[in-house]
């Protein structure tokens, strides 16, 4: 429960950011607009009676219907939510605050990038905010090696290129493209690259000393390699360590102390699985 209670708060954040980045940078500037929100935005262009957030949930039933059979029920309930959310703050900050235009550059940079912040948290909690993000988890089955921004990239694309249209300016399709890509790349920071993970080699006459060092100050598992030089065909014993960017320092640290002539090589790491590290769930992004 404890769980669930903090995931459902995650997503909650999350949609309301993804709301106060279209309230705020996306609507005022008429910039297009993928996915059902952008169909939204051009039938309220033509009936302002009918809000984004009204149509965007309206618009979203029958792909939840489709979504159901193939991503399960848990994945679509959370989706629901995040969707009647997001929708819901959409129209909430619309009454609250008339947002104006500002400089177009300005707009869609920061509103890609606080979009990508709230789609971000919503994805990793196994969400999505409906539309063309359930398409992309659809497609993300058939080609799971590939991000969801750039899956997305594509249902998005087609839909901004009718809200264009709608609007009559291709400036709209432009600066719309540009805010898809930042908030493409800023979601998948925060879904794959935010973990700041490192992985270390370690070349040293001293392993020993060095790897029980690291076993017990670190608390990581180190792993014994078989080497060779091939200059001087001497066996050697390389370690490998996995680690947090915040432990560097420390581990830098103790293995200079130990052997200042140590060869040592940092290497960034992404996705590291397992005891002290994220841990694998089957419907992950």
């Not at 039938?43 to 809000?51: D, E, G, N, S, V």
């Not at 979504?67 to 989706?79: A, D, F, I, P, Q």
């Not at 898809?180 to 700041?196: A, F, H, R």
């Not at 060095?210 to 370690?239: C, F, N, P, W």
Request: aromatic share 10%; charged share 15%; hydrophobic share 50%.
């Amino acid at each position: 429960m404890k769980r669930l209670v903090k995931s459902y708060g995650l997503i909650t954040a999350g949609c309301l950011i993804y709301a106060l980045g279209f309230a705020w940078f996306i609507a005022p500037n008429q910039f297009a607009m993928g996915g059902v929100t952008g169909l939204a935005q051009v039938i309220h262009f033509y009936c302002p009676p009918l809000t984004v957030g009204l149509l965007t949930i309206a618009m979203n039933v029958p792909l939840f219907a489709v979504g159901w059979r193939k991503l399960g029920g848990h994945m679509l309930v959370s989706s629901l939510y995040a969707m009647l959310a997001s929708s819901a703050a959409i129209d909430v900050f619309a009454l609250l605050y008339d947002f104006g235009p500002m400089d177009p550059f300005l707009a869609c940079l920061y509103g890609g990038g606080v979009m990508g912040v709230g789609s971000g948290m919503i994805f990793a909690q196994g969400a999505t905010t409906g539309g063309t993000d359930i398409v992309g988890k659809l497609m993300k089955l058939k080609w799971p090696w590939l991000p969801i921004g750039d899956l997305l990239m594509v249902p998005n694309l087609l839909v901004m290129l009718v809200v264009a249209a709608a609007f009559g300016t291709l400036d709209a399709l432009l600066y719309g493209i540009v805010k898809m890509v930042i908030s493409s790349k800023v979601m998948d920071s925060i879904l794959y690259g935010m973990e700041n993970s490192r992985v270390a080699y370690i070349v040293s006459d001293r392993w020993r000393d060095i790897a029980d060092s690291l076993m017990r100050s670190q608390h990581r598992g180190v792993t014994i390699l078989q080497g060779h030089g091939a200059y001087t065909g001497a066996e050697k014993q390389v370690l490998m360590i996995a680690f947090k960017q915040r432990e560097i320092v420390e581990i830098k640290r103790q293995i200079h102390d130990l052997d200042p002539a140590a060869f040592l090589i940092v290497c960034d790491a992404h996705e590291v699985m397992g005891r002290g590290f994220r841990q694998y769930q089957k419907d992950e992004i």
